[in-house]
């Protein structure tokens, strides 16, 4: 069976700060993994991707995500935080083209 | 790309009533899924089809849950006698055939029963 985890409920941080949102997985075989973004009273959207390769992984507005696979983690970075990068945050892991497993969530608050 | 459109975007029920959902995925995807989100957790699966079968169904589903894509477009999810834990907000995504697609969901249908 395959699972995620999401330590941290909340994370702050200061516009203009990097940011970190922690994302560790388990899954058999060869993990597809995702992140996701929901803003309020919108569904979730895809921000990200690691399908195999290169373990830096860029993607929507400026957020990257480190693979690391000896720590089964997949963290969600971004060098310099808006405010309008405030919301909820969602790590998901899909063995093959089936069904994804996701996280319960991070909510990112960046202040001004 | 029109998006996933679910309708309707709030229903509210009381218990023991049946309910109906209709998910209609992005046209050129053959994948569509069913979740459930509830406060404070992330999406839980619920089923899946790929054109009109349904491939797998979670086993914590209830037997008052059923799914259909019979011409594998939309989608319908029906709750029969619904209870207070039924609550929640129930979302529907569709991807490519890609085994790398990311999904695509939409705004979501919530659900309230009294």
């Known amino acids: 069976a395959q699972s995620v985890a999401q330590p941290e409920d909340q994370v702050n941080v200061a516009e203009g700060n990097p940011l970190t949102v922690k994302c560790t997985y388990s899954v058999s075989g060869n993990p597809y993994l995702f992140w996701y973004v929901q803003y309020p009273n919108r569904g979730l959207q895809f921000l990200l991707k690691y399908i195999t390769g290169d373990n830096l992984v860029k993607g929507s507005y400026g957020f990257e995500a480190e693979f690391n696979k000896s720590q089964t983690s997949f963290h969600l970075k971004k060098p310099s935080a808006l405010v309008s990068d405030s919301a909820l945050y969602f790590c998901a892991v899909s063995p093959n083209a089936g069904k994804s497993t996701f996280g319960d969530g991070t909510t990112l608050t960046v202040k001004p | 790309d029109t998006g996933v459109s679910q309708d309707p975007r709030h229903k509210i029920t009381k218990r023991g009533q049946n309910v109906t959902f209709r998910c209609d995925p992005i046209s050129e995807h053959n994948r569509l899924y069913w979740y459930r989100q509830t406060l404070g957790q992330g999406p839980e699966f619920l089923t899946y089809?790929?054109?009109?079968?349904?491939?797998?169904k979670s086993r914590l589903l209830s037997d008052r849950f059923s799914a259909e894509r019979p011409k594998g477009s939309f989608s319908t999810l029906e709750i029969q006698r619904t209870e207070q834990g039924d609550s929640a907000m129930y979302l529907c995504a569709s991807s490519s055939r890609d085994l790398n697609s990311p999904l695509h969901f939409g705004n979501g249908t919530r659900l309230t029963v009294t």
């Open positions: 089809f790929q054109n009109e079968a349904q491939l797998e």
